[in-house]
């Protein structure tokens, strides 16, 4: 078992940032990839980011390419989100997660058995 705790959240003015924080306990962190989901209100989850284990490979929504940063610290067993340049569409509850996607695969959220609760993110216009 994996357990994550997101926090980080918060309200932010449109053109600001926010860095989120995944805290990962329980099983070796450093062995799983990590991803950054969210998921706004009336919508579908959908995937952000997400870092191999190595911290070598990572991949982005188009989205947010250019304004997000996906990074990890295996030795303080956490991974973090910087967002910059938030925009109004960017408002959602932010969820990381923890798995093994197979290659190419790491966008689905299937792929994560391990999810933390969440962290809400909300950008005034």
């Known amino acids: 078992q994996v357990q994550l705790v997101e926090s980080g959240g918060g309200l932010v003015q449109a053109g600001g940032s926010l860095r989120l924080s995944c805290a990962a306990s329980?099983?070796?962190?450093?062995?799983?990839?990590m991803g950054w989901f969210r998921q706004a209100p009336g919508k579908e989850r959908e995937f952000v980011t997400f870092?191999?284990?190595?911290?070598?490979?990572?991949n982005y929504a188009d989205s947010v390419k250019g304004r997000f940063t996906i990074s990890r610290d295996n030795a303080k067993n956490t991974v973090y989100l910087q967002m910059n340049s938030l925009k109004p569409e960017d408002t959602a509850v932010y969820y990381c997660?923890?798995?093994?996607?197979?290659?190419?695969?790491?966008?689905?959220?299937?792929?994560?058995?391990?999810w933390g609760k969440g962290t809400s993110v909300t950008v005034s216009s």
């Open positions: 997660a923890a798995g093994h996607p197979d290659y190419g695969l790491g966008y689905k959220g299937s792929a994560y058995p391990y």
């Open positions: 329980g099983r070796t962190f450093s062995n799983y990839a």
């Open positions: 870092i191999r284990w190595s911290g070598g490979s990572t």
